[in-house]
Every structure is written in structure tokens, then in C-alpha cells.
């Protein structure tokens, strides 16, 4: 091979090698569309707080009287679902109110939600995920509170799967890890609210559970789905909670 034919091929070779690397940095770097989003998932990521609308550290849990497990959770939750017939719960944000409808047809979900209400769970917590035409996900922070509630609580259980309802505009729903979930056992701390079109179901229906609806503040949801978010997803801004039970 000629002198000029070696030079052409090593600045071929070094061309393909920035190619592939410049490729790999755009496959690594890519944000997932709302189409993309194919998992729900349950997370204990974390970010840096910003403009607290309630302070966190003022909230106290009440005394949990018992710890749910994966041996327990059916019966507890059947038995607490008796005694406490309630299935509206008011969510105050810094941007409005949310008002939820329970489902009653699927008792385990709306037990557990109505629990962790009434335990202050979800007061430690704020709209963690946000995905404009699509979902806003909220049970999750960056609080050391938050943790210490889901020990106490019990951080091993899950629910088994009520699935009913497909996914309609403000639908509520459970999260659920994707990892050896066959089942479709909802994680019991987070769930998301569906705002996308109907042709964004496709995963989603039959696959979790829907134990709810939103029956006021939809235009607060649309709201809080168009903030200004980083690239996991989390508002720059925590949009926190503050839910109650109404009659």
C-alpha cells in the first residue's frame, strides 16, 4: 500500500471511531418521550430540594399500630377497608387543589391509599415525576421523613393487582417496580394521575392498576405536568402535598 493510501486510511478509521463515540453520547444523553415511557415505575431517586411550600420537618407521624408485610397485607388492608368506608381525598398543592374519587371495586387499593392518608404518609411527599401530556407520578421525595415512613409502614409489601379500568383522562393509578412483576403487584407509595391521549394506554392498560379518578382540579394537574423539569423527569420546583380525607 502507498504512503498516501495509509494516511487515508488511518483518517478514515479515526473518523469512524468520533462517529461511533458521538453516537454513543446521543444514546446515552436521550430523554424519554411521553410515547417512550413504557414503565411506571416506583423510584427512590433523589434531587435537590428547592422552594419548599411546607416545611417537612414540621410533620410528625402518627404512631403506627402495625407493620404490613407481604404475609399480611391482604387481611390487613381487607379489615381497614371495613372500618373506614371513605373514598374522597383532597390534595392541596402550591399550584391548587386535586380532589381524587376512590374506586370501591378495587378495595385493597383504595384501603391502603385511604391508610396512608390517614397515617400523614403522603404529606411527606411531593409530585415527583412529570412527563407534559402524559402522567404526573407523586409518593416520593427527597426526605429523610419519607423513608422513615415507608419503614415504619412496611417498605416490603406490595398489593396484588385489582386491574378493572383501563386508563382514561384522570385516571388514578399504582406504580409498580418492572422487575420480576409478573403479577402486576402495585407499589403501595406512589401513584400517577394519566393525562396523555388514549393511543399512550397501550402499555398501560393491563398492566396497573386504576383505583381512581379525578373528579376536580384536572386543569392543576395540566399544570403541574407543564413545569419546568430536569432531565429525570423531577420538577425543578418540589410541588408538594398536603392530602385529606373528605366526606
Known amino acids: 500500500m502507498s504512503y498516501a ?8 478509521s479515526i473518523l469512524l471511531l468520533l462517529v ?12 424519554p418521550t411521553d410515547q417512550s415511557s413504557s414503565q411506571i415505575n416506583s423510584t427512590d431517586k ?41 373514598t374522597k381525598v383532597k390534595f392541596t398543592t402550591p ?17 391502603n391509599f385511604i391508610y396512608l392518608v390517614k397515617q400523614s404518609y403522603f404529606n ?6 412529570i412527563v407534559s401530556n402524559f402522567i404526573i407520578q407523586a409518593g416520593s421525595s427527597d426526605n429523610a421523613l419519607t423513608q422513615k415512613a415507608r419503614y415504619a409502614l ?16 384522570g385516571s388514578l393509578s399504582g406504580a409498580k ?25 397501550t402499555h398501560l392498560d393491563g398492566n396497573y392498576t386504576v383505583f381512581g379518578k379525578v373528579i376536580k382540579g384536572m386543569d ?16 425543578l420546583k418540589n410541588v408538594t402535598i398536603q392530602a385529606t380525607l373528605l366526606p
Request: include cysteine.
Open 5 to 12: 493510501g495509509k494516511i487515508l486510511l488511518v483518517c478514515g
Open 124 to 129: 411527606t411527599t411531593y409530585f415527583h415525576r
Open 46 to 86: 433523589t434531587k435537590q430540594s428547592t422552594e419548599l411550600y411546607v416545611s417537612k420537618d414540621s410533620i410528625t407521624l402518627p404512631n403506627i399500630p402495625e407493620k404490613i408485610t407481604p404475609e399480611n397485607v391482604v387481611s390487613f388492608l381487607t379489615t381497614y377497608g371495613e372500618t373506614h368506608p371513605q
Open 220 to 235: 392543576v394537574v395540566t399544570k403541574i405536568s407543564k413545569l419546568p423539569k430536569d432531565a429525570k423527569e423531577w420538577p
Open 177 to 201: 417496580y418492572y422487575r420480576d412483576n409478573d403479577d402486576h403487584k402495585t407499589e403501595p407509595f406512589e401513584f400517577f394521575i394519566f393525562l396523555g391521549p388514549k393511543s399512550s394506554t
Open 95 to 111: 399550584y391548587g387543589t386535586i380532589v381524587i374519587q376512590l374506586f370501591k371495586d378495587t378495595p385493597l387499593h383504595r384501603a
Open 154 to 169: 412496611g417498605h416490603t409489601y406490595r398489593i396484588p393487582n385489582e386491574i378493572k379500568h383501563n386508563h382514561f383522562y
Open 20 to 31: 461511533q463515540c458521538e453516537d454513543t453520547k446521543n444514546k446515552e444523553n436521550a430523554v
